[in-house]
Structure formats: structure tokens, C-alpha cells
């Protein structure tokens, strides 16, 4: 129950208080503030391999649809490579939004657990859905060999948008709360006691997450190339099926945190009740009453933003009912309440910054291309699939975070003769130079290809191979996995420990957001330069035929925006001030429920 504070003179005789970027909290709690919740038979590591397994198996099934998919749509619908493009940019932007949808239903409404067992089961029914349009006569308006195809009928159309779309409020179920779920399971002392130990956990949360891309992006993509479509998407259906089983067997070990309800309602409240608000003087902020939740830590709302610390003043006593809460809460909200805004709306502008690495990181349809029309060969009888190239990213991602982990840090901690960490901001500064970078080469290499290509004949065959080595594509994937692994670690990172627990879904699929923004931004710039190269009769720089096109302009100009992005990313650093961490900030803990032993 939220109960209205004593008299602020009581509020400061009674105990001291400190600052923190949420605000003023008490002494009272400063001993305490960063102890776990109880401890307890439930959670801790031995629940994390099913959690971690659920999600492996979601991505090894869903990343292995994706590196072929433009080739499905291609070959079964018959779609240009605009189109089809275009198309995947959608899909990716749904299944990277609906996490962000997930993520604020599970927080205030159904909790963490129910959410990640909604998406499995979704999941499994979109898989499913998928496979049947390999297997169902008719389903696709081409024909096995995909040299023949007719105009697509509202049935076709249907059950393509129909499976791919359960497959993108699937994934929004599970990875909006899988990772925070994880963490859940370990608020214990005995597992807090390392100051490193949410980097830690962050670090080889992904990396389970980036092997199991790899296996999707190698194993049933191969299994896609050498046996067709109907085993290569039946398979993903037995994974995503093992995905869901593996989740549910561990139930009754898990501790499920208790939803809070309405964080976008609260957010709501917030600003109608600023607005109300909007003519009261703060300047005599020191003389306000401020509405707290009974035992809050937070006693008054912190400087930044001041403008929504209106919100949560009693002006009267009509403010307040008998009992102590809020007479009308789109009138009076608490101190918590508007620092949970304040913390969302402050990390908007580094946030940003995420999206231009995704566009980046998200150019998944011409790779595939580029790699079919090199020579894959690594011994004479067997070549790499095309759509494995992508997986060397994700091993890079997997190396370097082991590296960094075990070794790098290690070593600096030994030469230094104390504990090195880099902060999350640094990380995410060294990401996204890397990814310039990587671009730079992506175009270079695509320059020497097309040249090659031209001079050995192919300029009017994009299918055919030419004489260099697909080896060459190995670094711009290797500096494109380091960019995720130091950016995209040390983000979520930041989102996590800037917001409190009751929003930890919401922080850990910000990301998602930005990735799903970056494919609807992808398939702008696409479609852009398509139409301006394309004008007079010019070939497009992403034709269809990428031997008559130029792909090395085009991810000449993705190089670009990302060096633009890098220097926004320094200016939006330096605004920010210093973080939650480096404040020892503090947050209201959470209640569990189905916690007993």
C-alpha cells in the first residue's frame, strides 16, 4: 500500500539521506540497499540451463530460417531481391518490436514466467506453420525448382504472413524476458558478492545465445541445402518444439518475480499529472510534501527532468484519502513513479545511437548473394553454404567475449594490481568504431569482387562463381561480431543497471527496439537508393544482378552514416552525465511470488 509521508521536517530529522541519480533515499537503507532478496531453495544457477536452453532452441530454429530465407522467397514466391529484401526488413522489425510489446506486459501484468511460456507455444505453432508451406501442394505460387511461377493468390500470401508473424510474437514472448528471468534466478548474497558478476552474466548469457545462431546458421542451413526445404523446415519444428519442453520441466524451480502493474499506464499518469501541474513553482521544491510508497527508499525525486517532480507533490489534502493514497492518481503519482520515467526518458538519446550499429549488423540478404558467387570450396568435395557465412560473426562474438572474459581482463587486473573493468560506455563507444570499420572492408572486398566478376564474364550472370575466395568475406564478419559483442553486451548492460527491477524486462529488449527500428531504416535507405540509382534507365546499385550493380556504393554510404553515429554517440555520452552505477544508484526491490519451499 502506498501511504502519504510525514511532514518533510519529520522526513529530515529522522534520518540522513543521500543522493543518487533516482533521487534522495534514506540512511536507513544505505547499509542495505544493495542485498538481494532473501535466500531461498528456488533459483540460483541451476535453473539457468532451461532458461538458457529455452532460448537457444528458439534461435538455433529461428536464426537457421533466416540466412535462406531470401533464397525462399526468391525460388517458391518469386520475389526480386528488392522485394524480397524489403520484405525480411518487415519480419525482422516485427520480431524485434513484439519483445518491447512482451517485455511491458510481463513487467506490469503477467510476469515473467507466463510470458516466456506464451511465446514458446506460439512459437511452435508459427515453425509449424512455416513448414507446412514447403509441404502443402499449392502452398507457394512457384514450383519446386522455382523456374516456373504463377501470381500469388490470398492463400498463399496468408499463410506466409500468418507463420511468420506467430513466429515474431513467439520470439517477442520469449527474448523479451528470458534474459531478466535469468537474472531473477540469481538474487542471492551468495551470488552477488562479486561486483562483476552482472557483467558476467550478461557476457555468457550471450554467448550461449551466439552459439546456438551459430548451430542455427550452420547446421540447418545445411541440412536446408542438402535436403530441401520440407527436412530443412521441419527440422526448426522439433527444435522450437524441445525449446518449449525444456522451459516448462523446470517450473517448479524457478522463482517468479510478482508483475507490477501498469508501467505504461504509470507513465501515463505521470505526465497528465505534470501537465495538471504544469503552473506549480518549484523553485521552493525543499518546502513540498512528496508521495512516497510505504516503504520506499527513494524520499525525494532526484534534479534531472524536474519539470515531471510535479507530479508526485501533494498540493492539499485533498490530494489524499483517508488511508494516505493518492485521491486521484492521474493527479498525485509517487516519487517511484516518476523516476521510472525519468530513467526511460534519459536513456532515449543513447539509445539511439544503437540503431545505426543494428542497420549494420542487419544487412543479412546480399551477404548471402555476395558468398554464393565466390568460391566456397574448402576442400575439393565439400564448400561452405552460402548462408553460413554469417555464422562466422556470431563465432567471433563467442571467441572474443571468451577472451575478453578470461583473458583480457585477467591480464589487466594482474598488471594493474587491482580490478579492471571497462565501463559499459567505453564498450559501447570501441562497438560502434568497430563497426565503421567493418563496413569499410565489406565495401573494399565487394569493389575487388565485382571487378573480378566482370573480368572473368559474369556480368550478366549473378549466379555464377567466380575465382576468389570467399575467405576473403571472414574479416568484415569477424569486426562485425567484436562490434555486437562489445556494443550490444554493453548496452544491455547499461539499460539493466539504469532501471529498476520492475522494469528489467523493458531494459534488457531495448535493444530489440532499436534493431527493429534499424530494419524498417535498412529498408528505407534500401528502397532510397534503389529508386535515385535507378533513375534515367541506370542500373540500381542493389539490382537484382549484383554484378551490374554497386553494392561497395552502397555499403560505402552505410560506412558513412555509421561515422556520423559514432560522433552523435559521444555528444549523447557526455550529455548523459554519470550513470546509476557510478552514483550507487538504488532501486525498490521486487516481491516474489511462488516462492516457497
Not at 531470401?70 to 522489425?93: D, H, K, P, R, V
Not at 574479416?475 to 562490434?483: E, K, P
Request: with cysteine; hydrophobic share 45%; net charge neutral.
Amino acid at each position: 500500500m502506498i501511504v502519504m509521508p510525514p511532514p518533510i521536517s519529520t522526513l529530515y530529522c529522522q534520518r540522513s539521506t543521500s543522493k543518487t541519480p533516482m533521487g534522495e533515499i534514506s540512511s536507513d537503507y544505505s547499509n542495505n540497499m544493495r542485498e538481494p532478496l532473501l535466500g531461498t531453495s528456488k533459483g540460483g544457477f541451476k535453473t539457468l540451463p532451461f532458461i538458457i536452453a529455452n532460448e537457444a532452441f528458439e534461435k538455433i530454429a529461428s536464426y537457421g530460417i533466416l540466412p535462406n530465407m531470401i533464397l525462399y522467397l526468391m525460388g517458391g514466391y518469386g520475389m526480386e531481391l528488392t522485394a524480397g529484401s524489403n520484405f525480411i526488413f518487415f519480419w525482422n522489425a516485427a520480431t524485434n518490436i513484439t519483445p518491447v510489446i512482451g517485455a511491458f506486459l510481463s513487467d506490469s501484468y503477467l510476469g515473467r514466467f507466463w510470458m516466456i511460456g506464451f511465446g514458446s507455444i506460439i512459437s511452435v505453432l508459427g515453425v509449424s506453420l512455416l513448414w507446412l508451406t514447403s509441404i502443402i501442394p499449392g502452398a507457394r505460387p512457384c514450383d519446386e525448382s522455382g523456374s516456373e511461377c504463377k501470381s500469388w493468390n490470398v492463400f498463399q500470401l496468408t499463410l506466409l504472413v500468418s507463420a511468420l508473424g506467430l513466429m515474431s510474437i513467439g520470439a517477442g514472448g520469449i527474448r523479451s524476458s528470458s534474459l531478466a528471468f535469468g537474472a531473477d534466478q540469481l538474487l542471492k548474497k551468495d551470488n552477488f558478492g562479486n561486483a562483476g558478476i552482472l557483467e558476467r552474466f550478461f557476457n555468457w548469457y550471450y554467448f550461449a545465445a551466439s552459439a546456438a545462431v551459430v548451430v542455427g546458421s550452420t547446421f540447418v542451413v545445411y541440412i536446408q541445402d542438402e535436403f530441401g526445404w520440407k527436412v530443412g523446415l521441419g527440422v526448426p519444428v522439433l527444435l522450437i518444439f524441445l525449446s518449449a519442453l525444456s522451459f516448462f520441466f523446470a517450473s517448479s524451480f524457478y522463482i517468479k518475480m510478482k508483475a507490477k502493474a501498469g508501467s505504461v499506464i504509470s507513465f501515463a499518469q505521470v505526465l497528465m499529472a505534470s501537465w495538471r501541474k504544469r503552473n506549480l513553482d518549484l523553485s521552493e521544491s525543499t518546502d513540498k510534501v512528496f508521495y512516497r510508497r510505504k516503504g520506499s527508499r527513494l524520499i525525494r525525486p532526484s534534479d534531472k527532468l524536474r519539470f515531471l517532480n510535479k507530479a508526485c507533490i501533494v498540493g492539499n489534502a485533498e490530494d489524499l484519502t483517508p488511508n494516505g493514497t493518492a485521491s486521484d492518481p492521474w493527479s498525485l503519482c509517487t516519487i517511484n513513479q516518476v523516476e521510472e520515467l525519468k530513467a526511460l526518458l534519459k536513456v532515449i538519446p543513447l539509445w539511439s545511437t544503437g540503431i545505426m550499429i543494428s542497420v549494420t549488423m542487419g544487412q543479412v540478404t546480399f551477404p548471402v548473394l555476395q558468398a554464393r558467387s565466390m568460391d566456397r570450396h574448402i576442400t575439393s568435395n565439400f564448400e561452405i553454404p552460402a548462408g553460413s557465412f554469417g555464422s562466422f560473426t556470431i563465432i567471433a562474438i563467442i571467441l572474443w567475449i571468451a577472451i575478453y572474459d578470461r583473458i583480457v581482463i585477467p591480464l589487466a587486473s594482474r598488471l594493474m594490481g587491482k580490478p579492471v573493468q571497462l565501463s559499459v560506455r567505453i564498450r559501447m563507444g570501441i562497438g560502434l568504431i568497430l563497426s565503421f570499420v567493418s563496413m569499410v572492408v565489406t565495401a573494399t572486398v565487394e569493389h575487388i569482387r565485382r571487378k573480378i566478376a566482370i573480368e572473368e564474364g559474369f556480368s550478366d550472370d549473378p549466379t555464377g562463381v567466380t575465382d576468389m575466395s570467399a575467405n576473403w568475406l571472414l574479416l568484415q564478419h569477424c569486426l562485425s561480431g567484436m562490434a555486437e559483442a562489445f556494443f550490444a553486451v554493453g548496452q544491455n548492460e547499461f539499460f539493466y543497471s539504469e532501471f529498476p527491477k520492475s522494469m528489467s524486462s523493458v531494459a534488457t529488449t531495448l535493444f530489440g527496439v532499436g534493431m527493429s527500428l534499424s530494419s524498417l531504416i535498412s529498408s528505407l535507405i534500401m528502397t532510397s537508393v534503389d529508386k535515385i540509382t535507378s533513375k534515367g534507365g541506370n542500373e540500381s546499385w542493389v539490382s537484382s544482378n549484383i554484378n551490374k550493380g554497386h553494392f561497395d556504393y552502397f555499403y560505402g554510404l552505410i560506412a558513412g552514416l555509421s561515422l556520423v553515429n559514432f560522433f552523435y554517440y559521444i555528444l549523447c555520452s557526455k550529455a548523459y552525465g554519470p550513470s546509476s552505477a557510478e552514483q550507487d544508484g538504488v532501486w525498490d526491490d521486487e516481491e516474489i511470488v511462488d516462492n516457497e519451499e
